[in-house]
T-cell receptor, first 113, second 113 residues
Framework: NAGVTQTPKFQVLKTGQSMTLQCAQD?????MSWYRQDPGMGLRLIHY???????DQGEVPNGYNVSRSTTEDFPLRLLSAAPSQTSVYFC????????????FGPGTRLTVL | GQQVMQIPQYQHVQEGEDFTTYCNSS?????IQWYKQRPGGHPVFLIQ?????EVKKQKRLTFQFGEAKKNSSLHITATQTTDVGTYFC?????????????FGPGTRLSVLP
């Protein structure tokens, strides 16, 4: 199993550009999440999904959209990139509820100029 | 909303010294998880504690969950250079079994050889 994969690993955007961060998992996990990690801030939840077709907002959802059309994929869309979105983005999945181990992808380092 | 705090933010130790990080939640947790993130890497699950007062050991690592289920600690005995990284605690609020993990800001450990 590849586990949780993310693409791209690095990305530089200009302010106002849009892009999609890809996340896929091959463990048949129902739950998937997106986090951003900023220095000294830990991991903050952006959006999450409890199954195909079901998504919800986390702590810092503004400026991001998600959808979950399949169990395997959970893309994160930046609608109009801003410098404040410069961060490292991690996708994670787990088998069921908030009592279960989360498996993280390798991350995407995004810089917005 | 729920907040999870960790202290200290940074810890520098000499190889062979002990290390402890503390995690405190503003609300009762149904469970608490600990993750380790090596520099440049992604968070990796270490352990989950569920019961009030629970203590678990993994070789040189000892994890405790407080009696009130609002705090936890991670203790490393005789640190090694391989222990370098940031240690995060995380947990969902009590009775919230949705995908709503809240992570602490982490404790960054450096070990001097």
């Amino acid at each position: 199993n590849a586990g949780v994969t993310q693409t791209p690993k690095f990305q530089v955007l200009k302010t106002g550009q849009s892009m999609t961060l890809q996340c896929a998992q091959d463990m048949n996990h129902e739950y998937m999440s997106w986090y951003r990690q900023d220095p000294g801030m830990g991991l903050r939840l952006i959006h999450y999904s409890v199954g195909a077709g079901i998504t919800d907002q986390g702590e810092v959802p503004n400026g991001y959209n998600v959808s979950r059309s399949t169990t395997e994929d959970f893309p994160l869309r930046l609608l109009s990139a801003a410098p404040s979105q410069t961060s490292v983005y991690f996708c994670a999945s787990n088998r069921r509820s908030g009592t279960d181990t989360q498996y993280f992808g390798p991350g995407t380092r995004l810089t917005v100029l | 909303g729920q907040q999870v705090m960790q202290i200290p933010q940074y810890q520098h130790v000499q190889e062979g010294e002990d290390f402890t990080t503390y995690c405190n939640s503003s609300t009762t947790l149904s469970n608490i998880q600990w993750y380790k993130q090596r520099p440049g890497g992604h968070p990796v699950f270490l352990i989950q504690l569920v019961k009030s007062g629970e203590v678990k050991k993994q070789k040189r690592l000892t994890f405790q969950f407080g009696e009130a289920k609002k705090n936890s600690s991670l203790h490393i005995t005789a640190t090694q250079t391989t222990d370098v990284g940031t240690y995060f605690c995380a947990g969902p609020p009590f009775k919230d079994y949705g995908q709503n993990f809240v992570f602490g800001p982490g404790t960054r450990l450096s070990v001097l050889p």
